[in-house]
């Protein structure tokens, strides 16, 4: 496959526009207690009535068709009437009740009278396919066999052992990274604090330098196994994000996504919002498009900086760098052709999506544990996702034993280009809608909070850098308070 292959597209429409979402509605009219059923599965419970509505929304509908085809039928033996009138009228009959001519103007009145009951039963019609979409679009994906069902995520294995000095120590003992970050002056919340508020933060020293060690490290894992690397931009369209399965509010009503504040004169153009993820970004690279088979699987990585408006409430369980307004992150994203072969399918690429997350963590020695995450854990778009989560030493003691999640993995099948209208043509020459999948190669504020934490020597008062991240960092091996530079 050539390297023009795998990013030829056809562009079909503008991608200021946005996309008109193409559901399947025939496969939920046959399907309403599946699709009931995966609401409830996955905690949807106001979405669960919305199978059986479309259901009689959907009968509504066919009434009106039995109508409108009535309607019509009844024009066309009007119009066969009329033709046949206008033959063999003459002028002596135009007084007769029963001529032709007499008749031809009571058949153009029915027409007249036709004309608008059918425009009103169409419209009808419109309206029940708009209601008919605009529930549908509010459904979640079906879920796949592999997802376990309710709200326990299955251990699916470990990665590296813990370090020896963090199992002698105790939670109370083990050091956040807060506390490491401030003793080894690396991070600064207090001056993010007065400049733009609770949940930024400023990386320095070699804080900065292992955020871009880590970006590199990511990237060249990812590119080495075959990713194309992308920039993506960190301005989107909140219609694309919308398709993504993003929404602007949670279910709490908490704001999501920070929306971009349009002057008058723009108030006509699409709105835009920051992206919370590159996966919003790099999903809408191939809206309104058409893919050709040949280049599918195309798998793309980038970093970008992401922004999310709702960052938790204060807490042990968002303290520091874990839970955060804006972040960098190294994104994989694919499209894959609906009826792949096995190598090529997105089951075969999520595998190898975790397979590169695995690599990467494993490189940078943290002890960690990957899930196959339960239905109750899925977003709107995902049919199956899986999370790596590390453990963080400080955190032992709270929630969820110390672990915490630093990278995910999701099957979107169909779901996100239906919306984005994004197509692929088969080989037969049969247009159809590719799969996409989604995965976080590294996100840089959790994973260096957890470097520091796993890093960290109290015995010496340093930080010990993994080996795989000092090509990046001028062969630096450890950092200590004062650090003037390299230090094996």
């Not at 590296?160 to 401030?182: C, D, F, L, W, Y």
């Not at 997105?346 to 899930?371: K, N, P, W, Y």
């Not at 190669?441 to 850098?465: H, K, S, T």
Request: with cysteine.
């Amino acid at each position: 496959m050539s390297e023009h292959a795998a990013v030829s597209t056809i562009a079909v429409e503008s991608h200021s526009v946005a996309p008109k979402p193409q559901i399947d509605i025939k496969h939920i009219r046959s399907n309403p207690e599946l699709y009931s059923r995966n609401c409830e599965a996955r905690k949807y419970k106001q979405q669960a009535s919305i199978p059986p509505r479309i259901v009689r929304l959907f009968e509504r509908w066919q009434q009106h068709e039995r109508a409108s085809r009535a309607l019509r039928e009844r024009n066309n033996q009007l119009g066969k009437s009329l033709s046949e009138a206008a033959r063999h009228s003459t002028p002596a009959e135009s007084n007769n009740d029963t001529s032709p001519t007499t008749l031809r103007e009571k058949w153009l009145q029915e027409a007249r009278e036709i004309k608008t009951s059918l425009a009103t039963v169409v419209a009808e019609q419109d309206a029940l396919n708009d209601e008919m979409l605009d529930l549908a679009l509010q459904l979640p994906n079906l879920t796949s066999p592999q997802t376990p069902i309710g709200d326990e995520p299955r251990i699916v294995g470990y990665l590296n052992e813990q370090p020896a000095s963090i199992q002698r120590s105790t939670a109370h003992m083990a050091k956040s990274h807060v506390e490491i970050g401030k003793e080894l002056d690396l991070l600064d919340f207090g001056a993010s604090a007065a400049t733009s508020g609770w949940g930024w933060y400023f990386l320095k020293k070699e804080a900065a330098r292992l955020e871009r060690a880590l970006v590199g490290y990511a990237l060249a894992e990812a590119g080495r196994r075959g990713w194309e690397e992308v920039t993506p931009p960190s301005i989107v369209y909140s219609h694309v994000g919308t398709a993504c399965g993003f929404q602007p509010r949670d279910q709490h009503g908490e704001q999501q996504v920070y929306v971009l504040q349009r002057p008058g004169k723009d108030q006509r153009k699409p709105e835009q919002c920051l992206a919370g993820t590159a996966e919003i970004p790099l999903a809408g690279m191939r809206a309104n498009s058409i893919l050709p088979e040949q280049g599918l699987p195309y798998k793309v990585a980038g970093a970008s900086r992401c922004f999310r408006a709702e960052a938790g409430a204060r807490g042990v369980d968002t303290k520091g760098l874990y839970r955060v307004h804006e972040f960098t992150k190294v994104e994989m994203f694919a499209w894959t052709a609906p009826e792949a072969t096995p190598s090529a399918s997105s089951e075969a690429i999520f595998d190898e999506m975790v397979s590169i997350q695995t690599e990467i963590l494993r490189g940078l020695g943290l002890h960690c544990r990957i899930l196959e995450m339960p239905t109750s854990d899925l977003g709107a778009s995902a049919t199956r996702k899986c999370d790596i989560e590390a453990y963080f030493p400080s955190r032992r003691a709270h929630r969820d034993g110390g672990w915490g999640e630093v990278t995910s993995a999701s099957i979107c099948t169909d779901y996100q280009t239906r919306r984005l209208a994004t197509r692929v043509r088969l080989g037969d020459d049969r247009l159809s809608f590719p799969h996409t999948v989604n995965g976080t190669a590294l996100a840089v504020p959790r994973v260096l909070a957890a470097l520091l934490e796993n890093g960290w020597d109290a015995d010496q008062g340093i930080m010990r850098i993994p080996a795989v991240l000092r090509p990046w960092m001028g062969g630096q091996g450890v950092i200590r308070k004062d650090s003037k530079g390299p230090t094996a």
